[in-house]
């Protein structure tokens, strides 16, 4: 099986809301993917089961041919929207942990990744900005050689100037073999690297195509799109 993420029929439910309903998508290797919604409409339910830490789902969920569970979680790298490093610890301690937490962490690409992002290796984690805590955790996932990386809203406190810069990492240090699906609200400043974008909408998938397809047929943009499919929400 060459599909490097397949979900089939995945439906989650907390209580009674339904925060993804019957959801079905399969993502190829060397893709860069967007996963786009309003807010609630499903985007980290779906990461987290892809990332296996939503056990308890409906459905059928596997990451290169893997079952999601113990050994998906290990070619598995999920950047989450809240920080997962301690407050006590600073930048170098982070990336130690991350290093023996993981065996395919790649010290070398972190340190590169470091330099690129500005970070100071004896920086507390606590004392970092939002946006420059989001540049660690995106450093951490991405020294990963993974071969899928799941990023929650990698740059939503990224200020805008930085922006370009980040994607420009983002795109120069995933492997290529790999693939990365990116939930994101910042449709009209991330598109630009994405090869395909699925469009989730109250937990159903409203859309999933290549951006050129969607350049080509319609002459849109993806903000355009976006815009379209989800109105001004
Ligand atoms: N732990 C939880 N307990 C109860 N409801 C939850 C929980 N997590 C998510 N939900 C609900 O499930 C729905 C989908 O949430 P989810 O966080 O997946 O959406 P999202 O698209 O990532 O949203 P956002 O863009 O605002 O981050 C929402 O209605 C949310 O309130």
Do not use: C
């Amino acid at each position: 099986m060459s599909d490097l993420l397949q979900l089939e029929g995945v439906s989650k439910s907390y209580g009674a809301k339904r925060a993804l309903n019957s959801v079905s998508l399969t993502i190829g290797p060397g893709k860069i993917v967007g996963l786009l919604g309003s807010n609630g409409s499903g985007k980290s339910t779906l990461m987290k089961i892809a990332a296996g830490l939503i056990p308890n789902y409906v459905g059928h969920v596997w990451i290169n041919g893997q079952p999601v569970g113990r050994t998906s979680r290990s070619f598995t790298s999920f950047m989450p929207d809240q920080p997962l490093t301690e407050s006590w610890m600073r930048v170098k301690d982070a990336i130690a942990f991350y290093k023996d937490f993981y065996a395919d962490f790649d010290t070398e690409k972190a340190n590169d990744m470091l330099k690129f992002m500005r970070l100071e290796r004896d920086a507390r984690v606590s004392s970092l900005s939002k946006g420059m805590q989001e540049r660690l955790q995106l450093t951490l996932a991405l020294s990963r050689n993974a071969r899928l990386y799941l990023l929650d809203e990698p740059i939503g406190g990224v200020d805008p100037v930085a922006r370009g810069k980040i994607l420009d990492a983002i795109v120069e240090y995933y492997d290529e073999n790999s693939s990365l699906l990116i939930a994101t609200h910042l449709v009209q400043d991330i598109e630009r690297i994405f090869d395909e974008v699925v469009f989730l909408k109250d937990g159903k998938l409203v859309l999933h195509e290549e951006v050129e397809t969607i350049r080509a047929n319609n002459g849109q943009s993806v903000d355009e799109k976006f815009k379209d499919v989800f109105g001004d929400a």
